[in-house]
């Protein structure tokens, strides 16, 4: 098998398995953390971030299901962050937090408790975004892609000529952009890119669109971002 399957790889504050899936030459480095794990390699791909936004979950579980069938090397995938707001259909996990704004960035900052973009109280004050950070520390991604739904769109916080960016817009017909139009401290871009240079690619499906049609549209794209990392001698 080419792959592993870590099934309460993490758990939630509500002890809600977080899954997390991987190329089975990376799985002794996650579940020892005192190896030293290879840097500036891994692509990983999360979903359900935000747990009312089916769209990132589903293009997560497919893209998990096609990798299942591949040989490829250097990946993570986290097929849903957000375990308990998804049960929920909520944006927010189970403390109302908003994990989008809760990672521990520079320009974190705290936001009213009933806030939709609660970031918590305190940064990274949260299991699901510590889960994330674990592996960041462990592992300094080479590129971090997070799937969500709003308006179709794809967000790049890296290198502007970022190929991996080209490849999801050619597959999608969304258009690449530099941010979302306003501020999100606290977001896993601000964490990874600002921060620490490390490539944050945001896709962000039409919302409550056809389920059927996130992975056809993605696919192409994200097989190369997939491929390209795993033959890449970086
Ligand atoms: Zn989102």
């Known amino acids: ?11 939630t504050a509500l002890n809600s398995d977080i899954e997390l899936y ?13 190896l030293n794990a290879p840097q500036n390699k891994v692509l990983l791909l999360i979903g ?8 990132g979950v589903v293009l997560a579980e ?7 069938g591949q040989n490829l090397q250097n990946w993570l995938l986290i097929p849903c962050l957000n375990v308990d707001g998804y049960k929920n259909n909520k944006r927010t996990n189970s403390q109302g937090v908003d994990l989008n704004r809760n990672f521990p960035s ?51 916080s890296g290198p502007e000529d970022m190929k991996e960016a080209q490849y999801l817009s050619e597959s999608s017909g969304y258009e690449v ?6 501020p999100t401290p606290g977001s896993l871009s601000s964490y990874g890119w600002i921060d620490q240079k490390i490539p944050i690619i ?9 389920l059927s049609q996130t992975w056809p549209r993605f696919a192409s794209g994200l097989k190369k971002v997939f491929q390209d990392n795993s033959d890449t001698d970086f």
């Open 62 to 68: 497919h893209c998990l299901e096609w990798l299942k």
């Open 106 to 156: 520079k320009n974190w900052v705290h936001s009213p408790n009933q806030d939709r973009y609660y970031s918590g109280s305190s940064p990274g004050s949260e299991k699901e975004t510590q889960a994330v950070i674990d592996l960041i520390n462990a592992f300094q991604p080479r590129l971090i892609i997070h799937c969500h739904s709003w308006k179709p769109c794809i967000v790049l």
């Open 177 to 182: 952009v530099p941010d979302i139009g306003y």
């Open 202 to 210: 945001c896709t962000e499906e039409q919302e409550h669109s056809d």
């Open 48 to 55: 359900g971030v935000h747990g009312d936004e089916p769209e």
């Open 1 to 11: 098998m080419s792959f592993f399957k870590l099934k309460n790889w993490k758990q």
């Open 22 to 34: 991987g190329s089975s030459e990376l799985q002794s480095y996650v579940e020892n953390p005192h």
